[in-house]
């Protein structure tokens, strides 16, 4: 009696084996078949496409307005150029640099104590930069305004990634500041003669607008320069 009810149970269990072995195998051609089909329709797409662009070609066939894509193509031509130094030349005289040296030895120093020596290659390579910047000529770089946006060192910013500019002035160099949407580089710092601020401004406020900056930090001023306003543009 329990023998038979085994052979029972193993039967019942193989038979829902054998059901659900089947499903999957039917589920799998169909999703084979779809596949198949998704393929074909896709190549009679394509075989399509290029018939029909093998009878514009020939003209045969003229394109309708629905064919045309809706979304415009602007090609990146240039509107403006110029050539500027790619940083602003820190000018040391010889008492300024000794200043800023004797303290800048004192903090290393005071560094030294404390056994902070992180820190304290950091102000070395500070220090480092800041006389090497002082002391060479930075080369001159090419700065575009194309149809697209602002082309900088050959890397193009596109007038979506741009949220604003300003022009500011120190020590009679010009600067250009274009904040942009990204989180680096926040802004783009670019220099330029006051010959070529008129073009640029022209250029620009069609796509961007002018910030108004007028409340300057002690920083900002030493960063950038002092703002130039709207009205004096």
């Known amino acids: ?107 290393i120093l005071y560094l030294a104590i404390l056994e902070n020596y992180y820190l304290m290659a950091a102000m070395i390579s500070l220090l480092f930069f800041i006389y090497t910047a002082g002391t060479n000529k930075p080369k001159k770089i090419k700065h575009k305004i194309t149809a697209r946006g602002v082309d900088t060192a050959g890397k193009l910013y596109e007038w979506f990634m741009l949220d604003n500019f300003w022009f500011s002035i120190k020590n009679g160099q010009y600067f250009l500041i274009l904040e942009t949407k990204l989180r680096y580089p926040k802004a783009l710092i670019l220099l330029l003669e006051k010959v070529d601020k008129d073009a640029i401004f022209i250029l620009l406020q069609e796509k961007v607008l002018y910030k108004d900056v007028r409340k300057q930090g002690r920083i900002d001023v030493l960063t950038y320069g002092q703002y130039i306003p709207f009205e004096d543009i």
Not at 2 to 25: H, L, P, Q, R, Y
Not at 51 to 80: G, H, M
């Open 1 to 107: 009696m329990a023998k038979t009810k085994k052979k029972t149970v193993k039967k019942k269990v193989g038979g829902e084996f054998k059901d659900i072995m089947e499903i999957i195998s039917g589920e799998m051609e169909l999703r084979e078949k779809e596949e198949k089909i998704q393929k074909l329709k896709e190549e009679a797409k394509s075989k399509q496409k290029v018939v029909k662009r093998k009878k514009v070609a020939e003209k045969e066939l003229v394109l309708e307005e629905s064919d045309i894509p809706a979304k415009k193509v602007i090609q990146n031509i240039k509107l403006f150029e110029w050539r500027a130094p790619e940083r602003y030349l820190f000018k040391f005289e010889g008492k300024t640099f000794w200043i800023i040296l004797a303290l800048s030895l004192v903090f």
